[in-house]
């Protein structure tokens, strides 16, 4: 099977704990985290960062992929009366090269992208016009979505004007192990 991204609501047992973490500055990722990452996933995974970020309105992401990692699962905790309708995850194809994740090796070869150089000439994350959304998951309470760390994807616009109606969601970089 070749999803681009799974979706798994309720996916923390007692979400609010993982929510009160953003209030102590410290992400809270526990065994429970990486055991149902792991079973998702259908192999051991190790979480090997983890952030908690707190998106404001008018703040956006940029469009960004990262090859540190295998997968990247965002898990939404902003409280349930403020993300009604809101925009969150959104993926992307670069419209000039149809590439809908990070150059692999064969695609570089057919563009004849030599190094990183080449790359990030032809990718201009900070132009809009240059790429397609083709995609976007919508911020719920306690939603998990995880996909392939190269996509090409933006964190979306950020909502709220302080801490306790902002979207607040934790960042997993997580590795095959």
């Avoid at 609010?16 to 410290?26: D, E, G, N, R």
């Avoid at 309105?57 to 295998?70: K, Q």
């Avoid at 309708?85 to 149809?98: A, D, V």
């Avoid at 760390?149 to 109606?165: L, T």
Wanted: contains cysteine.
């Amino acid at each position: 099977m070749n999803q681009k991204f799974m979706i798994v609501d309720d996916f923390y047992d007692i979400a609010h704990q993982y929510h009160q973490s953003f209030f102590s500055k410290q992400c809270m990722i526990t065994e429970e985290t990486t055991q149902k990452l792991s079973y998702i996933l259908s192999r051991p995974v190790e979480v090997v960062e983890a952030f908690n970020e707190v998106t404001f309105e008018n703040t956006a992401n940029p469009i960004t992929a990262n090859t540190a990692c295998d997968w990247i699962a965002v898990i939404y905790l902003t409280m349930p009366p403020d993300c009604v309708m809101k925009k969150g995850l959104s993926f992307y194809s670069h419209k000039k090269t149809g590439l809908d994740s990070f150059p692999n090796e064969y695609a570089c070869q057919i563009n004849g992208w030599q190094n990183m150089d080449d790359i990030v000439k032809s990718f201009d994350v900070s132009d809009e016009n240059e790429w397609e959304e083709y995609a976007n998951v919508f911020v719920k309470y306690n939603r998990c979505v995880i996909f392939k760390a190269d996509y090409w994807h933006s964190y979306g616009n950020g909502f709220g004007n302080e801490i306790n109606n902002s979207m607040l969601y934790q960042k997993l970089l997580i590795k095959n192990v």
